[in-house]
């Protein structure tokens, strides 16, 4: 079975910059969530889809961060514009259930 | 506001040793616990809890429930190095709608 995919894995912009990240998740997964993780910190749920719609986003920070799962697939994650406090590892998970996650590597993401 | 948190944050041990660590929980409509290894990467799944008092074993790795207290431990005997790493807890609720993470505890194993 193929995991979590994510791209790109690593990711260095200046700040005001725009910045997008992909996931694929596990087919048949109908839960995909994005996470962010700050060096040192646990993940922090950004948003959650159930197929394409949003089940969770009350942590995104939506002035600045949109996220999007057409078809109920792949999704994409955009910063625009970013900020020093946006570097972070961002995670992507898929589930089959609202019970275990698998996560994909993560995109690495610095902002000068 | 609903918070996990772990403790301690981080713990140094030998090779050999056993060591505990705890995950305490505040989420309302709290249906499951979920404990993740994190190396230099994602997490991976080691255990969901979801009864209390039912302990969960795979191999070295336990872990155990407490809903009354609110509270769950991860047991790890005889401690290797390859057991380095972050230990996560999270918790959902019952709609998997509320998703929370801890801060982790940083386990280092010294030969």
């Known amino acids: 079975e193929a995991g979590v995919a994510q791209s790109p894995r690593y990711k260095i912009i200046e700040k005001r910059q725009s910045v997008a990240f992909w996931c694929n998740p596990i087919s048949g997964h109908a839960t995909l969530y994005w996470y962010q993780q700050i060096l040192g910190q646990g993940p922090k749920l950004l948003i959650q889809f159930q197929n394409n719609g949003v089940v969770d986003d009350s942590q995104l920070p939506k002035d600045r961060f949109s996220a999007e799962r057409l078809k109920g697939v792949d999704s994409t994650l955009k910063i625009q514009p970013a900020k020093l406090e946006d570097s972070a590892v961002y995670l992507c998970?898929?589930?089959?259930?609202?019970?275990?996650?698998?996560f994909g590597p993560g995109t690495r993401l610095t902002v000068l | 506001e609903d918070k996990v948190v772990q403790s301690p944050l981080s713990l140094v041990v030998h090779e050999g040793d056993t060591v505990t660590l705890n995950c305490s929980y505040e989420?309302?409509?709290?249906?499951?616990l979920l404990w993740y290894k994190q190396e230099k990467k994602a997490p991976t799944f080691l255990f969901m809890l979801t009864s209390s008092g039912i302990e969960k074993k795979s191999g070295r790795l336990s872990s155990i429930l407490d809903k009354k207290e609110l509270f769950s431990i991860l047991n790890i005997t005889a401690t290797q190095t390859g057991d380095s790493a972050i230990y996560l807890c999270a918790a959902i609720d019952n709609y998997g709608q509320n998703f929370v993470f801890g801060p982790g505890t940083r386990l280092s194993v010294l030969p």
């Open positions: 989420v309302t409509n709290f249906r499951s």
């Open positions: 998970a898929s589930s089959p259930y609202y019970n275990e996650q698998f």
